[in-house]
């Protein structure tokens, strides 16, 4: 019977688990989203509305864009030109390049000749690649940038870089993998309407009016639509800044993240 009485005794209860230690505190800090940040996207077409770089949100991570950020904005035109072949010359060449659309800038700008100019940036071709050139002056009224071959040199292509007022373009939040609806736009403004300011100054910097979490599966897209070529590359040198609050958190709860990205995408944030 005691035997019985044995088999039947319940088995004592497993211990408790230990309690799962509270999660680390998130700190977010300053964070800036600027042109290194950003992926090249589609090229350039005449007038279309081109997607031309993104800024993709690294893993375990989430950014912040509050109402009233500010952002500094310089998107540089791309002009091509046949070189010039100066190799028997016994002087400089005098060689110039359409610019159209060039804008001049609040920003201060050096003596010429240059290689430090503020809205131009030129190039040639001497047939290891493209190597900066100085830039021997700039007609805005008529559209044009002055450069110089010199004597001994044979350039087989120049390229110009150029700050130009003709042209509209978007940032839009995206979540990666959605449909039209994942598509948001949180700014937008003209080439010329942003050019125009001094955004050297604080007072002066255009701002993003609407808020936007940004967390990994989403993108910050920068649309642009302008009637002359822009390039996404490194030689171009664009300048975008945006600023934000970021936080690196492997442990963070990824869904609920999501969530909070996808209702600031709907205004709710």
């Not at 088999?7 to 505190?25: E, G, N, T, V, Y």
């Not at 035109?77 to 800038?105: H, Q, W």
């Not at 050096?110 to 493209?130: L, M, S």
């Not at 958190?249 to 999501?258: F, I, W």
């Amino acid at each position: 019977m005691l035997g019985i009485l044995k088999k039947l005794r319940p088995a004592p209860a497993p211990p408790p688990a230990p309690a799962k230690a509270p999660p680390a505190p998130v700190r977010w800090q300053r964070a800036l989203i600027d042109t290194k940040d950003f992926e090249a996207g589609e090229p350039w077409r005449a007038n279309a509305e081109v997607v031309i770089a993104r800024f993709r949100v690294p893993e375990d991570s989430a950014f912040v864009i509050k109402p009233g950020a500010k952002l500094k904005f310089y998107l540089r035109n791309r002009a091509t030109a046949a070189g010039y072949d100066n190799s028997a010359g016994a002087s400089a060449y005098a060689l110039t390049v359409p610019t159209p659309g060039i804008l001049e800038t609040k920003t201060r700008k050096p003596a010429f000749p240059t290689d430090r100019h503020p809205e131009v940036i030129a190039y040639a071709d001497k047939g290891a690649g493209f190597v900066p050139v100085p830039v021997q002056g700039v007609d805005y009224n008529a559209g044009t940038v002055a450069l110089s071959v010199p004597a001994g040199e044979t350039w087989t292509a120049v390229e110009v870089y150029y700050v130009g007022s003709q042209g509209e373009f978007r940032f839009y939040v995206v979540r990666e993998g959605g449909g039209i609806r994942d598509w948001v736009p949180i700014y937008n403004n003209s080439f010329a309407g942003v050019h125009s300011l001094n955004q050297h100054s604080d007072r002066e910097r255009p701002t993003i009016p609407n808020a936007a979490i940004l967390v990994e599966g989403f993108q910050l897209a920068l649309e642009v639509s302008s009637p002359y070529e822009v390039a996404w590359n490194d030689r171009a040198r664009h300048f975008v800044q945006v600023d934000a609050v970021a936080v690196h958190a492997p442990g963070a709860d990824k869904e609920a993240l999501t969530r909070k990205a996808l209702l600031a995408m709907k205004g709710g944030v």
